[in-house]
């Protein structure tokens, strides 16, 4: 099965930054999509940033500017700088990958989520 690992949460005061990183492992063919979400206590979960192959990455509005996506496809990981953090940024941000695996009869391809990792803005 594949697994996606995410760091780099934690506390920080509003104007910090935080780096976070994720990495997926198991049985990869390719990788389609990998991006960011986040979901904050009685909201609904949102897209933050994501790369879809070789496009150009999108973002939500609200992190336009501030926040920077990355990803190595050589590696399977993908990253997300955060700076100019604000306490509406406060949420768990869960990795996201759309991935291709090899099975007896050609590819599948699965929505893949990883365990999710907190961030806290406060001063």
């Known amino acids: 099965q594949v697994q996606l690992v995410e760091s780099g949460g934690g506390l920080v005061q509003p104007g910090g930054s935080l780096r976070l990183a994720c990495a997926a492992s198991?049985?990869?063919?390719?990788?389609?999509?990998m991006g960011w979400y986040r979901q904050a206590p009685g909201k609904q979960r949102e897209m933050v940033a994501r790369i879809t192959g070789d496009s150009a990455p999108n973002y939500a509005d609200s992190v336009k500017d501030r926040f920077t996506i990355s990803r190595d496809n050589t590696k399977n990981t993908v990253s997300l700088q955060m700076n100019s953090l604000k306490p509406n940024d406060t949420a768990v941000y869960y990795c996201y990958c759309n991935i291709n695996r090899v099975r007896p009869v050609g590819l599948r391809r699965d929505d893949y989520w990883g365990q999710g990792t907190q961030v806290t803005v406060s001063s």
């Open positions: 198991g049985s990869i063919f390719s990788i389609n999509i």
